[in-house]
Each structure stands twice: as C-alpha cells, then as structure tokens.
C-alpha cells in the first residue's frame, strides 16, 4: 500500500498539474478576449471613419444641388470644382475632390439604343485614338464588344475568338459597366488602357462633352480640322468663367471655318465623380462615387460607389483632371 508521504505526493503534483492547465486555460481566454476587444474596436473605429466618408459624400450632393439651382451653366469656377480640399476634425480629417465626368468621351455613346454603331462617336473616338496613336483596330474591337451584332469588324473581336481563348468567355453585346472591362477586349494591353483611360468614362446614359471642363485632347474630338493648338486657346478661355452658351463657344475664333459636331457638346454637366478619403484614429477609407444630377429635378442619384482601391488623385493623374479607374485589374 502506498505511504501517506507519497499519497501527498500525488496529490501536490495534481493540484500543480490542474494549476498549469488553468493558467494555460485562463491565458488562452484572456488572450482571445483582449484579440476581440481590439479587433470590435478596429471595427468601430473603420466605422466611424466610413461614416465620415458618406459625410463627404453628402456634402458633395449638397454641393451639386446648389449648383444647379444657382448657376446656369457649369464650369471650372464654380464651387463643386474648387471645393476646400481638406477638412479638419477631432482625431481626423477629410479630404474631397469632384470631377466633371463629362469632360471625358462617354465609351457607351459608341452605340445606340439599339446596340446599333453610333457613327458621330465612332467618328469622335477615331479622332482620339490618332491623337494618342492608338491602333483603330482596338476601336473595332470596342464597338464589336459594345454592339448587339455577331459580325466582326476586325479578328478574333466576337464570340468565336474568344470562346477560342484559354478562358472562354464571350462578348458583351452590351454597354460597358466599368472601364476594367477593356482589359478583356482583344488585343488591348494595359498600357493601351493607361494611356486612353484620362480621356474616356463608361457612363449608363448617353452623354455630351463640357466644353467648359474637357481637355484640349477631348475638344479636339469635335471636328476634324481643329489642331491641339486650336483645342488649347479654347481650354485657355475656361478659365476666365467659361462659356455661357453653345452660341459662344461656336463663336470662338479658333473654330472659324471649322466644322464642329456641336451636338456632341454642351456647357451643362449631369454626371460628377467624388474622390474622399477620410482618416479617423488611425484608419482610412477610401470612397469613389459617381453622381448623376437629374437637370430638371435637381435630384442626385448615387450611380455607383467603390471603396475596394486606393485610387490617385485626378491632379496626380498624368496632367489629366481625372483619375484613372482601371488601376489593379
């Protein structure tokens, strides 16, 4: 039989044994609840910091409406274009930017309705890719993934050539939702998509240049015989408050005997992006939302909000008053 000395022997090293796995027990449980205290408060704090990003956003829509019940025209002057681009408060900041989304050539206008080939656009985007020496060829395949029609206007730009692709996929018969969706065209690389993306938007209705907003690249689109010269002097008048009226813009000096496609143009704007980005504590959150103003209602209608990339700022843009948004594919 044992001895009493060794039965408290036993006993010792079991009570130290239940110790040990209640330290270890009580250590695991506290580590666990001191990850989820910090990881609830990393939540509350990104929260806040969100909410103070849809606070930009809803001054960006106030911003919008004003202008439209106070101005009749829009233009680089105005407030929605020179907004205070930083906005202090207690443990952090917001930083806001709106752009004219069309100031940029709608990819979308390339087709009608229908689905049918818009001829005045098409003739627009070739005046654009020359500018940029791009390859025409990659314009026929846009309006071949753009348009209702199975026949292809260049190789490989319908179904058949991609369902022969690694990744078979087919063409999108439809508009453009994003600008991404060029990185699937056929033939078209990244840097083909760089250098275009500053001068296009994929905008859900069909929409007019500003030519109170474009760039001289964009302008240019208009007519055949108008120069970057021409399209630059016209850019130098935006800043003196633009032009009031299509009539004035028309009478410009640098569009003498030229002909423009004034249909294609107008000094009203209905689509703006907002660029926020808004940093609480020790968190960040990035939002890039698109708003369509309806002109005669005045109301403002989220189109769009991204808050996946961290996107550049329009000015950072390669001299380009908008941002690129096919960056990361």
Do not use: C
């Amino acid at each position: 039989m044992p001895t009493l000395r060794h039965q408290q022997g036993v006993a010792l090293i079991s009570v130290l044994l239940v110790m040990a796995i209640a330290t270890v027990i009580a250590s695991e449980v506290a580590s666990r609840v001191s990850f989820h205290i910090q990881r609830t408060d990393n939540q509350q704090t990104r929260a806040q910091a969100y909410q103070y990003a849809l606070g930009g956003e809803a001054l960006v829509r106030q911003v919008l409406h004003e202008d439209l019940e106070n101005s009749e025209y829009d233009h680089l002057g105005e407030k929605w274009a020179t907004l205070k681009p930083l906005y202090k408060f207690d443990q952090g900041q917001l930083k806001i930017q709106l752009v004219d989304l069309q100031s940029r050539l709608n990819i979308n206008n390339l087709v009608t309705r229908e689905g049918l080939l818009n001829e005045p656009a098409y003739i627009q985007f070739l005046k654009l890719f020359n500018t940029l020496a791009l390859d025409p060829q990659l314009l026929d395949t846009l309006v071949d993934w753009l348009d209702k029609d199975s026949t292809p206007k260049t190789i490989n730009s319908e179904d058949t050539g991609y369902l022969a692709s690694e990744t078979p996929y087919r063409a999108a018969n439809r508009p453009l939702a994003h600008l991404s969706e060029l990185a699937l065209l056929q033939g078209w690389t990244q840097k083909d998509i760089d250098q275009l993306a500053p001068f296009v938007i994929a905008l859900p209705t069909a929409t007019r240049i500003n030519v109170n907003t474009a760039s001289a690249t964009v302008l240019s689109t208009l007519a055949e015989k108008l120069t970057p010269l021409n399209s630059a002097n016209l850019v130098a008048s935006q800043q003196n408050g633009g032009f009031q009226s299509m009539d004035e813009f028309l009478a410009h000096d640098q569009l003498a005997g030229i002909a423009v496609n004034s249909a294609a143009a107008d000094i009203h704007s209905d689509y703006f992006s907002a660029y926020v980005v808004s940093d609480f504590a020790d968190k960040t959150v990035h939002l890039h939302s698109i708003f369509y103003r309806n002109p005669a209602s005045g109301e403002i209608k989220l189109v769009s909000r991204d808050r996946s990339s961290h996107f550049l700022w329009p000015e950072e843009e390669s001299g380009s008053r908008v941002t690129s948004q096919v960056r990361n594919l």
